[in-house]
């Protein structure tokens, strides 16, 4: 599994999201999980997908599993 940091700004006219960490800008940090070839990602063992962006307060909760042919 690969996890990418991404970042999203509120601004006054909508949301940035980058992988750029701005200096003393708030900001809610974000990671994308994506699956190794031939596995998925899971929270809860029912609904599974390749690649999810969540907070990081939730990667804890996701795994990755052999994905059934």
């Known amino acids: 599994m690969t996890k990418e940091i991404f970042y999203n700004y509120l ?17 809610i940090k974000k990671i994308k999980l994506t699956a190794d070839r031939g596995k998925v990602l899971t929270k809860d063992g029912k609904t599974f997908c390749s690649s999810i962006t969540i907070p ?12 059934e042919m």
């Not at 992988?19 to 003393?24: K, R």
Request: proline residues 3%.
């Open 11 to 27: 601004g006054v006219n909508g949301i940035i999201t980058s992988s750029v960490l701005l200096d003393g800008v708030p900001a």
């Open 56 to 67: 990081e307060s939730e990667v804890a909760l996701w795994s990755e599993v052999l994905a």
